[in-house]
């Protein structure tokens, strides 16, 4: 290698470090000052659930955001048309009429999740949720009366079976509790 192209190559290398410190350094960093997360919000971050289950943008994980959503619980009834456009309504209806207190409950959530609540907002919390349980019941009667009375008896069927597996599965929770298995011992 001769003496000219050693100097060009130690300029290009320069020049080459001299633009990639000028990109680096004129990139912004911001730093936003969250509040450190209580240790309930660490687990769930760790455990992948933080942003589900309703944390998240526009509630889109866990059970709000299943695919089919209330429609896959009537998968196999043989709606009509007719029927599943009459479900739809029901369902949109109680969903706007529970939107217009959403963003109220979420300022709650989020002062109860941080230990901030105040008394008169925990009052304000338990009306939401009677509120939304009565809406969840009249939903629920709304939908039934539009099934037939042998979609009905399937729906049924279908809830004793799914509450016969859940008592399995906590009988065998229970179960493992009480007798864990022992790890088997390693050889070195």
Known sequence: MTFKSKIISAMTAGTAIIAFSTFVSAQETTKTDKPTPTPKQERKMRNGEFGKRGMGKGMRGGRFGRR???????????????????????????????????????????????????????????????????????????????????????????KAEMKQRREERQKMRQERKQNPTPEPKKDN
């Open 68 to 158: 089919g959503g209330m429609m896959m619980g009537f998968r196999g009834l043989n709606l009509t048309d007719e029927q599943k456009a009459q479900i739809k309504t029901i369902m949109e209806t109680n969903r706007a009429s529970l939107g217009a207190n959403r963003e109220e409950m979420r300022t709650i959530m989020t002062a109860k999740r941080d230990g901030t609540i105040t008394a008169e907002q925990q009052q304000r919390l338990d009306a939401f949720k009677t509120q939304m349980r009565e809406n969840a019941k009249s939903t629920h009667q709304q939908v039934l009366n539009v099934l037939t009375a042998e979609q009905r008896a399937q729906l049924e069927a279908r």
